[in-house]
């Protein structure tokens, strides 16, 4: 210890440092090894506080260092340079969002997401560019408006406030804190008229016919009882850089389909966010609707800082992908990810309860593409118009997504995520959807 700072990790430009109120980025301009000086950043005293400053040290030494302006292609690792140029945000050569101040002196920001395109280190990069404007500028307070993950959650360990899926504000002179380190409270706070407990640890047996999985963090359950009556557990992983937040819109979302609509989605017992099969382990599936157990597994790491970055730089290294329908502000991937699986379950709910009428109801869906039904889209009858088929194909992936075109239940999971997740009013195929989930399954 030097100083009253314990040194992590050295660079050519920067430091990481231990110090009693948290973890510290020094810049050796300003502050050498033992020598007094301020950091350029403090993060809380947390393991998550640590991955957090080593994010942003890598940023630091990344921006100053040569070459650095370059910048790296998608998927490639690296961190481009950030400026805020008058009203506009820019990461690179392009905009990313804007800064204005308004006419009460708050400071405005809106951002898209660029952690999914650059990963953890350039969202630090990206926050710390609009805490260093907001000083500049003389701002009274900052509201940041992004559904970026990783810039809420930097943005929450710093102390900045604010409800599920809002704005995050944060007041002139706020400083990193750890806030509640209790998730069943940060849930109920984010949840309101929600109910959290923690469930007890399972017994023996159960440990037994249900293995924990080396690529697993331990799991810690969760039982979420809404004041109408409507129940889910949720199975979480023990990380410290746990991001409550999509924990807690999945949760809302789950909740939120069951009381619209009704009986067919009931049923779905517990969301568990995890690696138990291939298609997760190996970011091939965002999700997967368990029907047999009534469970959703959704990806781990999205609900990880670390996990989320190291999922992000897995998808953008997979180009072959079929790309799913881009979900907007103020929603996420997570939100669409529990919708899309959420359908899952209704559907095979409704068409066990009245397969007829299961039937009808891919008629209708197909109609609107001008088939006999919609399975023609993926299994054409011989002797189809193949001119038909091509420009079904074309007008589904156009309104609704790419990876809607692969087999009839992901086309209706990927309408129901597009109704789901709307900001306006849905329009083309996703209305017409919409309007048959009313007629067809929603309780009267």
């Known amino acids: 210890m030097t100083g009253g700072v314990r040194w992590v990790r050295s660079g050519v430009h920067f430091g990481v440092g231990r110090r009693v109120d948290g973890y510290g980025v020094w810049d ?15 993060y809380p005293p947390t393991p998550a506080g640590r991955q957090m400053a080593e994010a942003a040290f890598s940023a630091c030494e990344a921006a100053r260092g040569p070459g650095a302006n370059d910048g790296p292609a998608d998927g490639e690792t690296g961190v481009l340079a950030v400026s805020v140029d008058g009203d506009e945000i820019r990461v690179g050569d392009l905009r990313i969002g804007s800064a204005d101040i308004d006419v009460t002196g708050l400071l405005v920001v809106e951002v898209g ?10 969202a630090v990069e990206v926050q710390a ?30 102390g900045w406030t604010g409800a599920l899926r809002a704005p995050l504000c944060r007041p002139p002179g706020v400083s990193a804190h750890d806030g509640n380190s209790d998730v069943a409270g940060q849930l109920e706070a984010l949840l309101h008229g929600v109910d959290v407990r923690r469930r007890s640890a399972a017994g023996s047996l159960r440990q037994v016919a249900v293995p924990a999985r080396k690529r697993n963090a331990g799991p810690e359950r969760f039982v979420l009882a809404s004041s109408d009556g409507l129940q889910i557990v949720l199975v979480i992983p023990d990380v410290a850089d746990l991001l409550v937040e999509n924990v807690a819109r999945s949760a809302d979302t789950a909740l939120a389909v069951m009381r619209t609509v009704g009986t067919h989605a009931r049923h779905v017992r517990q969301i568990a966010f995890n690696q138990s099969t291939y298609g997760l382990r190996h970011a091939k599936h965002a999700g997967e609707a368990a029907t047999s157990t009534l469970d959703i597994n959704i990806n781990a790491g999205y609900v990880s800082a670390c996990g989320l970055d190291a999922l992000y730089a ?42 007829t009428a299961s039937i009808q109801f891919r008629r209708k869906l197909g109609e609107y593409f001008g088939l006999r039904t919609l399975e023609h889209l993926s299994h054409p009858p011989s002797g189809s118009d193949p001119d038909v088929l091509a420009a079904a194909v074309a007008q589904l992936r ?47």
């Open 28 to 42: 050796w301009e300003d502050c050498a090894p033992g020598r007094s000086g301020e950091p350029v950043a403090v």
């Open 113 to 122: 997401d660029v952690s999914a395109r650059w990963g953890l280190a350039q």
């Open 129 to 158: 560019a609009v805490c260093e404007h907001a000083t500049a500028q003389a701002a009274d307070g900052v509201e940041l408006r992004t559904a970026d993950p990783l810039l809420r959650y930097l943005a929450r360990s710093g």
């Open 314 to 355: 897995a998808v953008r290294r997979d180009r072959r992908r079929g790309r799913a329908r881009q979900i907007p502000y103020p929603y996420n991937a997570v939100d669409g990810t529990t919708a899309h699986e959420m359908w899952h379950h209704i559907e095979a709910s409704f068409t066990r309860a009245n397969y």
């Open 398 to 444: 156009a309104e609704v997504s790419d990876y809607a075109t692969t087999v009839p239940t992901e086309a209706t999971a990927e309408m129901f995520k597009a109704w789901w997740c709307a900001t306006e009013p849905p329009t083309g195929v996703v209305s017409h959807f919409a309007q048959l989930v009313t007629s067809y399954i929603t309780d009267a």
